[in-house]
């Protein structure tokens, strides 16, 4: 996949099918609009293309409202890759982005991609002020020569998925809920450091992570989690997010003990993919009541999750 940070200076020789949009979770709704793109363009001996921003337009239109991403903006594009396009256009957003009109930002666009078709979600807008309609788009796309296809909204179990359904279910713990709208486990990317040694004291040692900054985080409680290393080993593990309110510490961050592992990887990255919520983190009376409640929760975990 090429991918690009610009839209000027862009050679292609064939015709290009693009999927539009913010893209900000690669959520199943998202994956459905890419791999349509995708199987269409195939279909037509053309380009796939994903034309997307690598930053969320929030953090610039109005940084208070701007959500936690549900992903990085590598894994992003790595999720992006995966679904076999061809081009991304992963183009920071900017306020000369933010000022154009509906009619400049396709402009912008059709000056510079040789554009075949267009596929955007049915909730899709651009332009200032997301005045940009998709019928507006389809209307546009008669004059300049491209056709549009409007895919509706993906719902699962019920449920109309969407980045905002999503953050409210990781942010109420519920993970497995949310790993259904994703089509995987919520996952996060993080530098092993040292901490209190608290975890090896008590039986269960425990490898450290601060809470990456602007990522949506888990509420706070004990997870089932899979733990990759930077050699793409896996284990099963057992994750804490929170303030550890036993020993009243007010850092918050994420403490992961792996299962049937012993080995100190202070300094590595490892990516965690939690899997479902054990409990809500609790304040215990005593360090025993604590050891007894860990290995609970490990048990728990073993027989839940990796029997």
Do not use: W
């Amino acid at each position: 996949m090429k991918v690009f940070t610009q839209i000027e200076n862009v050679r292609q020789h064939l015709p290009v099918y693009m999927a539009l949009g913010t893209f900000d979770g690669i959520h199943v709704g998202h994956q459905a609009i890419i791999a349509r793109t995708v199987e269409q363009a195939k279909r037509n001996n053309c380009l796939g293309a994903v034309f997307t921003f690598s930053n969320h337009p929030l953090s610039i239109i109005d940084i208070d409202r701007c959500p936690p991403l549900i992903v990085t903006n590598q894994d992003k594009v790595d999720l992006i890759a995966g679904l076999g396009v061809d081009m991304l256009f992963n183009v920071p957003f900017t306020i000369e982005l933010l000022r154009l009109t509906p009619e400049k930002f396709l402009e912008t666009i059709v000056n510079n991609i040789n554009l075949e078709h267009i596929i955007v979600g049915e909730n899709f807008t651009y332009g200032y002020r997301g005045e940009g309609t998709p019928a507006q788009l389809t209307a546009a796309g008669a004059n300049y020569g491209f056709s549009v296809d409007v895919v509706s909204m993906v719902g699962v179990a019920g449920v109309i998925v969407s980045s905002t359904t999503i953050r409210q279910l990781v942010a109420e713990g519920e993970v497995k809920q949310a790993a259904y709208l994703l089509g995987r486990p919520l996952a996060l990317n993080g530098i092993i450091m040292t901490g209190d040694q608290r975890g090896r004291k008590l039986g269960f040692p425990t490898a450290n992570l601060a809470i990456p900054q602007g990522l949506l985080v888990p509420a706070d409680g004990v997870y089932g989690v899979i733990v990759t290393d930077e050699a793409g080993r896996a284990y099963n593990g057992v994750a804490n997010i929170g303030n550890n309110p036993t020993f009243t510490r007010q850092t918050r961050r994420i403490e992961v003990h792996i299962l049937d592992f012993d080995r100190i990887i202070y300094g590595q990255q490892v990516n965690i993919q939690f899997i479902d919520r054990i409990r809500s983190e609790i304040a215990f009376s005593s360090v025993d009541q604590l050891k007894r409640q860990m290995k609970a929760d490990v048990e728990f975990a073993r027989r839940s999750y990796f029997s």
